[in-house]
């Protein structure tokens, strides 16, 4: 049972970015995340790596709500998602949230400035919201960003014209423009060429100068463009959680070779106690 004393500053929870205590997500009866204790602190990178399937994209959602919490404490940005949070808490959480996925959340039709002004949507307040009618200082602060990540010249190019890479570059414009505290990256570089992804990452390490960054990571090689800390996952629990430069080749053959002993349908047998917390 996790108490509010476990959620105290020395413990790295209020006061934090992050703090997770005993946390239990259960989908269908199988244990998608089994976690003790994760602390992040306000500014730090941080790469989440395991096999597919280990739970790296369910961690991300449960720090936004998108996925549910089955058992345990989750504190994101001061705020208690495990006490039911209101839509409106919900809202107000995700506009300090920053998201970047591989070719999704940006809108097809619109085009790359108007993709870039959703950043702005938690300060543009009202009927001006509903319409999109973005300020001008805003729609200056957009091309800068736009400009930054080297795509001012495509600013009127509808989204689902622009290749895979340009719209990650677009997610970080859009980025630059929210000014989140929290930056959340599920597989930023997925299916970039390799100078793409290199470029892409330094561009988010730039626009999470002042926020904590959390990126979800497959290449090995792209990990100290994008992290200090490295946390591996896998069948959904904590393997390792380490510093950068004490990560290395066989820590990660290990969190990707598959048990051992695993039984023949492992999720069967966890099924009658999912989770380490119940
Ligand atoms: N809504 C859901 N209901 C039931 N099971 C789910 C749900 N979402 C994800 N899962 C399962 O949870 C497990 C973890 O999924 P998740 O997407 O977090 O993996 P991942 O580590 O991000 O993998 P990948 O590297 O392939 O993206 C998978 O076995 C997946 O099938
Ligand atoms: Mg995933």
């Known amino acids: 049972m996790t108490t509010r004393e476990d959620f105290s500053p020395d413990s790295g929870g209020q006061g934090g970015t992050i703090a997770l205590r005993q946390v239990c997500c259960i989908a269908d009866g199988r244990a998608l995340l089994d976690i003790g ?31 549910s919490l089955t058992h345990g404490r989750v504190e ?3 705020r208690d998602l495990s006490a039911r949070p209101t839509p409106e808490q919900l ?28 950043g702005s949507l938690g300060r543009v307040a009202g009927w001006r919201s509903w319409v999109r009618y973005f300020p001008a200082q ?25 290749s895979g890479g340009e719209r990650q570059k677009v997610a970080i414009a859009r980025l630059l423009l929210q000014r989140p505290k929290l930056i959340l990256a599920d597989e930023p570089t997925a299916a ?24 979800v990571v497959h290449n090995a090689a792209l990990l100290p463009l994008l992290a200090e800390r490295v946390i591996g996952l896998k069948n959904g629990r904590i393997a390792f959680d380490l510093p950068l430069a004490a990560v ?8 990707y070779r598959p048990d051992q002993f695993a ?3 492992p999720w069967q047998m966890r099924e009658s106690e999912p989770c380490s917390a119940l």
Not at 91 to 118: C, D, F, K, P, Y
Not at 139 to 159: F, N
Not at 207 to 215: F, K, N
Not at 248 to 255: A, E, R, S, T
């Open 91 to 118: 809202r107000a959480l995700r506009h300090e949230v920053g998201q970047i996925h591989q070719g999704l959340h940006l809108v097809g039709r619109l085009s790359a400035l108007e993709n870039t002004l959703i």
């Open 37 to 67: 204790t994760l602390d992040i602190r306000p500014g730090e990178r941080v790469a989440i790596v395991g096999h597919n399937g280990a739970g790296k994209s369910t961690l991300l959602r449960l720090l936004t709500g998108f996925a």
């Open 248 to 255: 290395d080749d066989q820590k990660l053959v290990n969190l």
């Open 192 to 215: 970039l060429d390799p100078a793409a992804a290199s470029e892409v990452c330094h561009l988010l390490a730039q626009a999470a100068q002042s926020a904590t960054l959390i990126s």
């Open 263 to 265: 039984p023949t349908v």
């Open 76 to 78: 994101v940005l001061g």
């Open 138 to 162: 805003e729609r200056a602060s957009a091309e800068a960003a736009l400009h930054a990540v080297g795509l001012l010249p495509r600013a009127r190019t509808r989204a689902d014209k622009l």
